[in-house]
Nanobody, 114 residues
């Protein structure tokens, strides 16, 4: 059974930081590129970052470039997203996505508010 379980979300003030994690099981994590996507209230799904299977190549949407950092630990089958300098417009449900079936987890909520 494939599982992608995100965690680490929460309520944070503008300018704050969070670290999201995505624990993966059910497929060979190290063989697939992975990505993070998010969905803000009333909006569609937005791709924000991707990482190659080996972790040596990363890409970011302009909206998060310079503030967010994607990484992975293939030994732990875990994907990460470090969120710094958070803005109110970063409020969204964050999902990890990837694998042979382009799976997506259940998401973790990030709320940026003073």
């Amino acid at each position: 059974e494939v599982q992608l379980v995100e965690s680490g979300g929460g309520l944070v003030q503008p300018g704050g930081s969070l670290r999201l994690s995505c624990a993966v099981s059910g497929f060979t994590f190290s063989s697939y590129p992975m990505s993070w996507v998010r969905q803000a209230p009333g909006k569609g799904l937005e791709w924000i970052s991707g990482i190659s299977s080996g972790g040596d190549s990363t890409t970011y949407a302009n909206s998060v470039k310079g503030r967010f950092t994607i990484s992975r630990d293939n030994a732990k089958n875990t994907l990460y997203l470090q969120l710094n300098s958070l803005k109110t417009e970063d409020t969204a449900m964050y999902y990890c996505r990837g694998g042979p079936g382009y799976y997506r987890g259940q998401g973790t909520q990030v709320t940026v508010s003073s």
